[in-house]
């Protein structure tokens, strides 16, 4: 069974950046295709990135494009979200997935979760 953690969430004005990070156990992190979601008050969980399981292959919500990037170390178990020029529109709780199939931006079809880290950005 698959456990991931994410951390470095908080808070930070408009502009600027945050680095939230996930860290696998319990499983063959390198086999999983890693995304990560995230979903605000009243709304609907949103894809935001996702990476493929040798990070050869990368893909982006349109709505941070050029402006997040995931990264992953195999060796080290971890994924990571680098989020640079935030916007308020992208506080939301940010959650780790993966899945063994094939990328996907649909949320159901990863089985595996975190258990989310809260992002706030001011104005």
């Known amino acids: 069974q698959v456990q991931l953690v994410e951390s470095g969430g908080g808070s930070v004005q408009a502009g600027g950046s945050l680095r939230l990070s996930c860290a696998a156990s319990g499983g063959t992190f390198s086999m999983y295709n890693m995304a990560w979601f995230r979903q605000a008050p009243g709304k609907e969980r949103e894809f935001v990135a996702a990476?493929?399981?040798?990070?050869?292959?990368?893909y982006y919500g349109d709505s941070v494009k050029g402006r997040f990037t995931i990264s992953r170390d195999n060796a080290k178990n971890t994924v990571s979200l680098q989020m640079n020029s935030l916007k308020p529109e992208d506080t939301a709780v940010y959650y780790c997935a993966g899945r063994e199939g094939p990328y996907s931006d649909y949320d159901w079809r990863y089985e595996y979760w975190g258990q989310g880290t809260q992002v706030t950005v001011s104005s």
């Open positions: 990476i493929s399981w040798r990070g050869t292959n990368t």
